[in-house]
């Protein structure tokens, strides 16, 4: 019961939910994504169309996390369901003739024309609803930030798969690791840290205030904008970008520890477990992304630690309760009576950790091999994607447990 009436909190008074649908059906979108990317990288390793797979999961779980968030936090308009179901459509049609010219099909023109449209679509509609937000100046600063880094990004890579697809001549292959670091970096790494400093304390139900200032967040956000702006050129720059993130990130996770520390539950929610681990690798990548300014070696090491561990881990541990919210939710307004299971009941956790552990062994593995001996890291990808299945397996029972639930289930 305790559980069900935290969902409540979470999920916000009913003027500021949004339609669950949108989101759901942008989530699931998501973890196909993510599921194609574990089978891609199992069969195939770290290629460029398995890497975009995880792009996908990424970004469109983005779209569905913060069309419910922003109302609840920040007071922004409520949106249509129709809307993110359309957004999150057209990312996917994008995603997929992206990931298919990867794999020698014809459709790079075709990725660039919609994953570029769709990226202003989005970029612009969701500012819009920031500024008409009424709350959390900090967190719809830093959530602009993100977008901003995320259309630049993808104005990048649209560029590049545009070239790609002789829609034009231009010599754009040496953004490549600009476009790699503003989307891991600005863009993804960002969102979620601003996101995690309202969803650790909720998930622990812990004070926040071991936080103090977002001076970190903002360190961080510069941090990897002059790298960004030095990753191609300008090594001495690079070096300072990613020396002053790492120590910012190290400056939050302290507070995160803090924060876990004054929490009243006994055990950590599956979810912060997930974000313990996500979080190490996270540290893994930023410091091998240094190492990389000095031996190139170590940057294909920091990609497999940020997209496989830091990125996904982290999304798929937040998942298992923003599912489980949605589900629920869209389960008591069907059967407003129903005795629905408790959410901190509903999560098979043995799968879970048996998931979160081959996730963690396959990227370290992975990323191990990759600087030491790379022909060895298929059995690193081999674990992971084992792992990353299993989670998708957790994550779609849980969903069930509410999506088919009866009147007279119990909780």
Same mark, same amino acid.
């Given at each position: 019961m305790a559980d069900s009436l935290h969902a409540i909190d979470v999920i916000g008074d009913p003027s500021s939910r949004n339609d669950p649908l949108g989101s759901e059906v942008a989530l699931a979108f998501a973890l196909a994504f993510f599921g194609a990317g574990c089978v891609l990288v199992a069969i195939g390793g770290p290629t460029l169309g398995a890497l975009h797979a995880f792009a996908a999961f990424v970004v469109i +779980?983005?779209? /569905?996390a913060l069309n419910q968030l922003l109302p609840v936090l920040t007071h922004a308009p409520n949106a249509r369901a129709g809307i993110v179901f359309a957004l999150a459509s057209a990312f996917t049609v994008g995603f997929i003739l992206l990931i298919a010219g990867f794999y020698g099909l014809p459709s790079f023109g075709a990725a660039a024309v919609v994953l570029g449209g769709s990226a202003i679509l989005w970029v612009g509609w969701?500012?819009?609803r920031l500024v008409r937000g009424r709350d959390e100046r900090r967190t719809r600063a830093l959530v602009a930030y993100a977008l901003a880094a995320f259309l630049? /990004? +993808? $104005?990048? $890579? +649209? /560029?590049?798969? $545009?070239?790609?697809?002789?829609?034009? %001549?231009?010599p754009l292959s040496a953004l490549a690791p600009v476009h790699a670091l503003l989307a891991i970096g600005g863009f993804a790494s960002i969102l979620i840290v601003t996101i995690s400093y309202r969803f650790v304390p909720m998930f622990a139900v812990a004070h926040a205030n071991a936080y103090g200032s977002w001076g970190a967040a903002?360190? @961080?956000a510069l941090g990897i904008l002059v790298a960004a702006a030095s990753i191609a050129g300008f090594p001495v720059g690079a070096r300072i970008g990613f020396l002053a993130a790492i120590a910012a990130c190290v400056a939050i996770g302290i507070g995160h520890l803090k924060t876990l520390s004054s929490r009243l539950r006994a055990r950590l929610d599956i979810s912060l477990r997930y974000g313990e681990a996500a979080w190490g690798?996270?540290?893994? &990548? %930023? @410091? &091998?992304?240094? %190492?990389g300014t000095w031996e190139p070696r170590a940057f294909p +090491? %920091?990609?497999v630690l940020a997209i496989l561990g830091w990125l996904s881990m982290t999304i798929l541990g937040y998942s298992y309760k923003i599912v489980g919210f949605l589900t629920w939710q869209s389960a008591k307004t069907r059967m407003p009576a129903a005795r629905l299971p408790a959410l901190g009941s509903a999560v098979d956790l043995p799968l879970a950790y048996a998931a979160l552990g081959l996730m963690t062994a396959g990227a370290l @593995?992975? &990323?191990?091999?990759?600087f030491v001996e790379s022909s060895l890291a298929r059995v690193g990808y081999d674990i992971y994607a084992l792992g990353g299945i299993a989670a998708v397996v957790a994550i779609a029972r849980l969903a069930a447990r509410y999506l088919f639930a009866s009147e007279g289930e119990g909780g």
């Open positions: +779980a983005a779209i /569905a969701t500012m819009l630049a /990004a +993808a $104005g990048i $890579g +649209a /560029a590049m798969a $545009g070239e790609l697809g002789n829609l034009w %001549a231009l903002w360190i @961080v690798l996270g540290a893994l &990548a %930023a @410091v &091998a992304a240094l %190492a +090491a %920091a990609i @593995v992975a &990323a191990a091999c990759t």
